[in-house]
């Protein structure tokens, strides 16, 4: 069974930083886009960052210049570097994979627990 486990979050000061991972797990053929996702209370999930395998990123306009996404292929992980965090960074941060398993092979997206940051002083 694939799964996707993040770490990292916790409570921060303004301006203060977080390192996020998500390591997946379990049978898998192969690994594609993995990416960052949030979402606040009473707000809708939105996109944070994304990398593809080769490690071109892109980021949500909001955490432009302050987070940096990247990937280790062969631990099948993903991580996010979060500086200079903000209030308004506070959310339930997800990860994302979409990747396909051994056994079904069928490409699909698959998700973390999320993990809560919480940016306040």
């Known amino acids: 069974q694939v799964q996707l486990v993040e770490s990292g979050g916790g409570l921060v000061q303004p301006g203060g930083s977080l390192r996020l991972s998500c390591a997946a797990s379990?049978?898998?053929?192969?690994?594609?886009?993995m990416g960052w996702y949030r979402q606040a209370p009473g707000k809708e999930r939105e996109l944070v960052a994304g990398?593809?395998?080769?490690?071109?990123?892109n980021y949500a306009d909001s955490v432009k210049g302050r987070y940096t996404i990247s990937r280790d292929n062969a631990k099948k992980t993903v991580y996010l570097q979060m500086n200079s965090l903000k209030p308004e960074d506070t959310a339930l941060y997800y990860c994302?994979?979409?990747?396909?398993?051994?056994?079904?092979?069928?490409?699909?997206?698959?998700w973390g627990q999320g993990t809560q940051v919480t940016v306040s002083s």
């Open positions: 994302n994979a979409n990747l396909v398993p051994r056994g079904t092979f069928q490409r699909g997206d698959y």
């Open positions: 990398i593809t395998p080769g490690g071109r990123s």
């Open positions: 379990g049978s898998i053929f192969s690994i594609g886009d």
